[in-house]
């Protein structure tokens, strides 16, 4: 197994360290790619304000999920869970007990490869792993590279790659840079949008925008940072599905964005979460939701959207019930509801059909959909919410089916 380690502050981690990471994969043919925060960097302090450990190591996994390679990236925490300085010797001694008889790769950036023989027992470093540092262009690095490769393999007798990664040259900020830059309310450009909303959500490196008064491209980032990056493109498409439907049917643009954003925000969250939200605003639960989670999210998403992110009424009602509908449903709730099932990402045998009816029939469609989710939980054997057997109850009789 060969194995990638990527180490650093990561304060923040941006565009460019993906960049590098990505490239490394596929250049060293990794196995497992992990990203190691440092806890007590010893080459320089971390900044005063820097983010809590804890939050440099979400946004290290944030970006890591990025790469939508779940099976092989890691994050691994053991340089924050050690006491005293984080050198990279006393990591690579545990990285070989964890993964006995792995391949090991340092990665690492121009600066810190011309002066690896500065840093602590790099003869340690040097026995347990190969280096590989990345560069912008070849043209540009390897007058540099070349001397440092040759030294090191001639003094430690070490295994060295350089790889260039063009993509750097749209990076070309030092994280200092960064910091400053995000602090009067810039620098978004450089870093995964994901990654961004989280440092807005925690109010980092002097973000301090009001959670009630984002901005359409603010929202998306925060709404990104709170889900699995492989949501992503389902919460993009419901998007997009949504304002083509408001275009066709009506509705208001902006609020069915807002609501497409923001529908699937606390998929992730445990059970436990779903029910301390809902009773903190008094989300009313019946029975069955409180027990289900795929039901819970769209209680604990639209108390989010009205009463964090200071959305309308229409808002939370679209998100309330885009999972089950209900009687007499209103515009805005259709069309997310059928947003949420039609969007591009989405296939199966009816699709085709269900797309043609959202754009000619808006009722038909949305009891389409309602029929076809009471005849999938009926063969599952599961219980239909009563909301959903009362969508279905109140467009017939619109439709006079």
């Given at each position: 197994?060969?194995?990638?380690?990527?180490?650093?502050?990561?304060?923040?981690?941006?565009?460019?360290?993906?960049?590098?990471?990505?490239?490394?994969?596929?250049?060293?043919?990794?196995?497992?790619?992990?990203?190691?925060?440092?806890?007590?960097?010893?080459?320089?302090?971390?900044?005063?304000?820097s983010p809590?450990?804890?939050?440099?190591?979400?946004?290290?996994?944030?970006?890591?999920?990025?790469?939508?390679?779940?099976?092989?990236?890691?994050?691994?925490?053991?340089?924050?869970?050690?006491?005293?300085?984080?050198?990279?010797?006393?990591?690579?001694?545990?990285?070989?007990?964890?993964?006995?008889?792995?391949?090991?790769?340092?990665?690492?950036?121009?600066?810190?490869?011309?002066?690896?023989?500065?840093?602590?027992?790099p003869e340690?470093?040097?026995?347990?792993?190969?280096?590989?540092?990345?560069?912008?262009?070849?043209?540009?690095?390897?007058?540099?590279?070349a001397p440092?490769?040759?030294?090191?393999?001639?003094?430690?007798?070490?295994?060295?790659?350089?790889?260039?990664?063009?993509?750097?040259?749209?990076?070309?900020?030092?994280?200092?840079?960064?910091?400053?830059?995000?602090?009067?309310?810039?620098?978004?450009?450089?870093?995964?949008?994901?990654?961004?909303?989280?440092?807005?959500?925690?109010?980092?490196?002097?973000?301090?925008?009001?959670?009630?008064?984002?901005?359409?491209?603010?929202?998306?980032?925060?709404?990104?940072?709170?889900?699995?990056?492989?949501?992503?493109?389902?919460?993009?498409?419901?998007?997009?599905?949504?304002?083509?439907?408001?275009?066709?049917?009506?509705?208001?643009?902006?609020?069915?964005?807002?609501?497409?954003?923001?529908?699937?925000?606390?998929?992730?969250?445990?059970?436990?979460?779903?029910?301390?939200?809902?009773?903190?605003?008094?989300?009313?639960?019946?029975?069955?939701?409180?027990?289900?989670?795929?039901?819970?999210?769209?209680?604990?998403?639209?108390?989010?959207?009205?009463?964090?992110?200071?959305?309308?009424?229409?808002?939370?009602?679209?998100?309330?019930?885009?999972?089950?509908?209900?009687?007499?449903?209103?515009?805005?709730?259709?069309?997310?509801?059928?947003?949420?099932?039609?969007?591009?990402?989405?296939?199966?045998?009816?699709?085709?059909?269900?797309?043609?009816?959202?754009?000619?029939?808006?009722?038909?469609?949305?009891?389409?959909?309602?029929?076809?989710?009471?005849?999938?939980?009926?063969?599952?054997?599961?219980?239909?919410?009563?909301?959903?057997?009362?969508?279905?109850?109140?467009?017939?009789?619109?439709?006079?089916?």
């Amino acid at each position: 197994m060969k194995i990638g380690l990527y180490g650093g502050t990561f304060n923040p981690p941006h565009l460019g360290h993906l960049a590098a990471a990505r490239t490394a994969v596929s250049a060293l043919g990794l196995d497992r790619l992990v990203f190691v925060p440092a806890g007590v960097p010893p080459h320089k302090t971390l900044p005063a304000g820097s983010p809590l450990d804890a939050q440099r190591l979400e946004m290290t996994s944030i970006m890591a999920d990025q790469l939508l390679r779940p099976e092989l990236t890691q994050v691994w925490d053991v340089e924050m869970r050690r006491p005293g300085k984080s050198y990279t010797s006393d990591t690579l001694r545990q990285a070989a007990g964890q993964w006995p008889g792995a391949e090991l790769w340092l990665l690492m950036g121009t600066d810190m490869f011309l002066s690896l023989q500065d840093w602590h027992e790099p003869e340690v470093i040097l026995s347990l792993a190969g280096v590989c540092a990345f560069g912008r262009t070849h043209a540009d690095t390897e007058h540099l590279f070349a001397p440092q490769r040759e030294f090191l393999h001639r003094n430690y007798e070490a295994k060295v790659a350089t790889i260039a990664i063009p993509d750097l040259m749209l990076v070309d900020v030092s994280s200092t840079q960064l910091r400053e830059m995000l602090g009067r309310g810039a620098g978004r450009e450089y870093l995964p949008p994901a990654v961004y909303g989280y440092i807005l959500r925690e109010k980092l490196y002097g973000t301090c925008v009001d959670l009630s008064r984002l901005t359409i491209e603010d929202l998306r980032c925060v709404s990104y940072s709170m889900v699995k990056a492989k949501r992503i493109a389902h919460i993009r498409g419901v998007e997009e599905e949504a304002v083509r439907l408001a275009q066709r049917w009506g509705g208001d643009v902006d609020e069915m964005r807002r609501a497409a954003i923001l529908h699937d925000c606390t998929k992730y969250w445990s059970k436990q979460e779903h029910l301390e939200i809902c009773d903190r605003y008094g989300i009313a639960l019946d029975c069955m939701e409180r027990g289900t989670e795929k039901l819970l999210h769209a209680k604990s998403g639209a108390a989010l959207a009205k009463y964090v992110f200071g959305q309308s009424e229409a808002v939370f009602q679209a998100i309330l019930y885009h999972t089950t509908g209900r009687g007499n449903m209103t515009l805005p709730e259709k069309l997310l509801y059928l947003a949420d099932y039609i969007e591009p990402t989405r296939d199966f045998p009816e699709m085709a059909e269900m797309r043609r009816l959202a754009y000619e029939d808006l009722d038909r469609a949305v009891l389409m959909g309602v029929q076809l989710s009471i005849q999938e939980m009926l063969e599952r054997n599961r219980r239909v919410h009563p909301n959903t057997l009362e969508a279905e109850k109140t467009l017939r009789k619109g439709l006079r089916l």
